[in-house]
Nanobody
Framework: HVQLVESGGGSVQAGGSLRLSCVVS????????IGWFRQGLGKGPEGVAA????????YYADSVKGRFIITRDKARDLVYLQMNSLKPEDTAMYYC?????????????????????WGQGTQVTVS
């Protein structure tokens, strides 16, 4: 049973940076798709970034490309989302999601429908 715990959220001024962490337990990071999603107040969920740990392939939403970086630390079963040049519109609850044995398959990760496991979220506020 996969469990995910996010951390690293907080409040930051526009232009600043934050690094979110997702601890993955119950499955090793050798063959799993990990995604980061966000949902702002009154907005629908948005796929932000994803990584397939088997090959290291990464995927990004156009809104964060060039500013956010998703990486994994297999030794510590951690996935990070480094967020740079933050904007007020990045304000949202950020969630980590996982699906074992899935390569994220191109753009299909964006909908979130392929992920069976979700964390509780961590709030990011940019002012």
């Amino acid at each position: 049973h996969v469990q995910l715990v996010e951390s690293g959220g907080g409040s930051v001024q526009a232009g600043g940076s934050l690094r979110l962490s997702c601890v993955v337990s119950g499955y090793t990071l050798g063959n799993i798709c990990i995604g980061w999603f966000r949902q702002g107040l009154g907005k629908g969920p948005e796929g932000v970034a994803a990584i397939y740990t088997g090959g290291g392939n990464t995927y990004y939403a156009d809104s964060v490309k060039g500013r956010f970086i998703i990486t994994r630390d297999k030794a510590r079963d951690l996935v990070y989302l480094q967020m740079n040049s933050l904007k007020p519109e990045d304000t949202a609850m950020y969630y980590c999601a996982a699906e074992p044995g899935w390569d994220c398959y191109s753009d299909s990760w964006r909908s979130g429908l392929g992920f069976g496991y979700w964390g509780q979220g961590t709030q990011v506020t940019v002012s």
